[in-house]
């Protein structure tokens, strides 16, 4: 079924972004959106989720202010990276999580169907020292003069493979008063991890009310990928949520990792848009996520985009 699923995602990614049977379709490109996450922009202690970063492009039959009735409409194509790693990256104690490295990259489709906001796509994800981000990390870490993660504990990260995964989001907007908007959801996953997750999130100001925000898997962070930038000034946004995780293969229990019986998130974050340029940035908690993790920790997200 795997296999089916792989070719579905590098299938819908050749059709959007060559001109192929999408361009008969008059699908255009409708927008990009990007968040970088870090945990230096939060508690600055460089441990376990310690870094991420993603990318969104969106393709459509164009766009009017909410999602399209009809499924595969919107196709998003979304690219990510991200980092995991132990408390200590030079001498990890012991039953600390391993080191991964981790690259994405997936087809999404958004949609609106009987009243909920929803989308629906697959990622393939690829772990292990091919990645080459254990390297990277090291480069950029020795160039600023930070830790750098050792030999040990790259040769022992969670191995290579791609995992596909599916992945799917139900949301319900609801207006509560002039550009306040409550946004219930639930979102599954089944591959690289396996977990049903629920949660709300909450929008005060025009920023976002009828746009295309897509949500980071690491943070649950919401960034805007099709955009009116005709709307000046703030929004503000904040949210939790509540996960059940039945399988991870960042954790394995082949390994002895135990994992949480809950993994849970809140945030808050603030969208700024100006005449030539905007800005997001989102400061999240993120609870443990195994037996032996000793707390949680603070991550920041950031996005700065110049329009000239």
Known sequence: MFRHIAAAVLASILIVTTGGPSSAEGRTKLG????????????????????????????????????????????????????IA??????????????????????HTHFSWKGLDTSLGADLVATGSGTGLGNLQRQVHKLVGARRPSSSLLDD??????????????????????NVTLRPFLEGRAGAETLLRAGLDLTIGRIGQ??????????????????????????FVVGGDIAHVADSIYLPEERGYTLTPNRDRLRAGVHWQGRSASAFYGLTYLGEEFEAQTEGQLTGSIRINFSF
């Open 32 to 83: 990009y959106g990007r968040l970088m996450t870090n945990d230096y922009f939060g508690d600055n202690k460089d441990r376990w989720r310690t870094g991420s970063w993603t990318s969104s492009r969106i393709w459509g039959s164009g766009w009017s202010g909410g999602l399209p009735a009809k499924f595969g409409d919107l196709i998003e194509v979304r690219l990510s990276s991200q980092i």
């Open 86 to 107: 132990p408390d200590n990256i030079n001498r990890p104690a012991a039953g600390d999580r391993p080191y991964a490295g981790v690259l994405s990259l997936g087809a």
């Open 157 to 178: 990260q969670i191995s290579g493979g791609i995992h596909p995964t599916l992945v799917s989001e139900v949301s319900r907007p609801l207006p509560v008063a002039a």
């Open 210 to 235: 009828e746009e295309l925000l897509v949500r980071e898997n690491v943070t649950g962070q919401r960034y805007r990928v099709v955009q009116d930038e005709g709307i000046r000034g703030f929004s």
